[in-house]
């Protein structure tokens, strides 16, 4: 079985940083693109950064600039470095990598980990 587990979240003032972790894990063969998507309270889940395992990157406009999403293929792993963050980036935050393992590939969810941006 495989998952992804997120980690990183929590309160920051606005202005701060945080930096958010997705691991992969299980039997997996080989992992394509990964990604960060968000959702507040209210509101749809939006896309905030991409990463395809070719280096090509996306970001949401919101956050260019401020987002910086990285990989450790070594470690499974895609990074969201946040920096000068705003009340707006709260929400819960979801990674999501298409994972190739043993039997079956698809696209994964994590299971979400919570930024709130306040003073």
């Known amino acids: 079985q495989v998952q992804l587990v997120e980690s990183g979240g929590g309160l920051v003032q606005p202005g701060g940083s945080l930096r958010l972790s997705c691991a992969a894990s299980g039997s997996i063969v080989s992992i394509g693109t990964m990604g960060w998507y968000r959702q507040a309270p209210g509101k749809q889940r939006e896309l905030v950064a991409i990463?395809?395992?070719?280096?090509?990157?996306d970001y949401a406009t919101a956050v260019k600039g401020r987002f910086t999403i990285s990989r450790d293929n070594a470690e499974n792993t895609v990074y969201l470095q946040m920096n000068s963050l705003k009340p707006e980036d709260t929400a819960v935050y979801y990674c999501k990598a298409y994972l190739r393992a043993t039997t079956f590939a698809g696209d994964y969810w994590g299971q979400g980990t919570q930024v709130t941006v306040s003073s």
């Open positions: 990463l395809t395992n070719g280096g090509i990157t």
